[in-house]
């Protein structure tokens, strides 16, 4: 046996060992259900705050007073004194915005550095009559608004899913068939985790090994060959789909 037998072997007895006492249950209520919590509270903060901020009637963007106020203090803090952040935006008759007589696009990619990735960020709140440092007041303050929303969705989320897990958890402790039930996903779980880690990363070593780096082929000859390894990494979906094989093949 090789070194990577060693490391397979191990890694695969090592996680179903933790999967099996973890189960299945702590598992998804952990790290996983957190990052999920993280993504439900920046879907649901990105959603509501705009609506809080700002409305639209009849192509006229009205903010709201709290807005209004921060705006207001952000905007005289932000070094724009170019004639292009203090013109009114003019839509033409083809929906591109102008500043004079120059398109915003334009006029914003002629700016060193930033320009490009200013259009990018006001591009969706670009209204006829409103100037760039007005916009840009206000995606600042939508920016730290989120924030605060996000925070907050994230611990009031993270109280529910604690006592969410924690009847969970009491049921399971009280009931023999459930929990065994749980832990054998835990074990399942953690088997299609760590395969898919090592077929990972015996993918982007052999997609390195390309570039004829030694020590990327030491460590493809190390990861990749044995009794266990060899088989197990021939069999990669991933090397499959892109084609690529093992360099002992």
């Known amino acids: ?30 790290l996983f259900m957190l990052l999920i919590i993280m993504l439900i509270a920046s879907f649901l903060s990105g959603l509501i705050c705009p609506l809080l901020l700002k409305s639209e009637k009849d192509g006229s963007v009205q903010y709201t007073s709290t807005a209004t106020r921060m705006m207001d203090s952000i905007g005289e803090k932000l070094p724009l004194d170019e004639e292009l952040y203090n013109t009114p935006l003019v839509k033409g008759s083809n929906g591109v915005y102008y500043v004079g007589e120059t398109s915003l696009d334009s006029a ?3 700016e060193a550095g930033v320009g490009t990735v200013l259009y990018l960020v006001v591009e969706e709140d670009l209204a006829e009559g409103q100037t760039l440092r007005t916009i840009l007041s206000y995606k600042v303050t939508e920016y730290i608004f989120e924030l605060i929303a996000w925070v907050i969705l994230v611990i009031l989320l993270a109280i529910l899913r604690n006592i969410v897990r ?3 958890y009491l049921y399971l402790d009280n009931h023999s068939v459930p929990s065994k039930i749980d832990r054998g996903i835990g074990l399942v779980l953690n088997l299609v985790i760590i395969v898919s880690i090592f077929w990972l990363v015996g993918f982007f070593l052999v997609k ?36 690529r094989s093992l360099p002992s093949a």
């Open 108 to 110: 914003l990619a002629a």
């Open 208 to 243: 390195l090994d390309g570039e004829g780096d030694s020590i990327v082929s030491g460590a493809v000859s190390v990861v990749t060959k044995g009794k266990v390894a060899g088989p197990f990494h021939k069999i990669n979906p991933l090397l499959t789909l892109a084609q």
């Open 1 to 30: 046996m090789t070194i990577g037998d060693f490391i397979l072997i191990g890694g695969v007895l090592l996680f179903a060992i933790i999967g099996l006492v973890r189960g299945g249950a702590k598992m998804f209520f952990g």
């Open 166 to 168: 924690k009847k969970i």
